[in-house]
């Protein structure tokens, strides 16, 4: 059965910063892009960056030059660092992998205040 379970989430001021850990279990997906996801209160899930097997990322434009993501192929871990964070990331962090179908992690929440 696969199973993503995210951590690190929690509150820090602006400012900060905070590291997601995302484990995957079940399969390895060291063939599969990953991506983290983001949800603020009242709005719609956003992808927030992605990274492929061969270690590209992709990141929207929110986040460039603050988060980083990475991954870990032979511990099947992804992660994301995140720096300089302000009140406007504040949401639940999904893990991804961009299979089909997808697979969700169960989310974190990040909480910054100002």
């Known amino acids: 059965q696969v199973q993503l379970v995210e951590s690190g989430g929690g509150l820090v001021q602006a400012g900060g910063s905070l590291r997601l850990s995302c484990a995957a279990s079940g399969r390895n997906f060291r063939l599969n892009t990953m991506a983290w996801y983001r949800q603020a209160p009242g709005k719609q899930r956003e992808w927030a960056a992605s990274i492929t097997t061969g270690g590209s990322t992709s990141y929207v434009d929110s986040v460039k030059g603050r988060f980083t993501i990475s991954r870990d192929n032979a511990k099947n871990m992804m992660y994301l660092q995140m720096n300089s964070l302000k009140p406007e990331d504040t949401a639940v962090y999904y893990c991804?992998?961009?299979?089909?179908?997808?697979?969700w992690g169960q989310g974190t929440q990040v909480t910054v205040s100002s």
């Open positions: 991804a992998v961009l299979t089909r179908p997808t697979y």
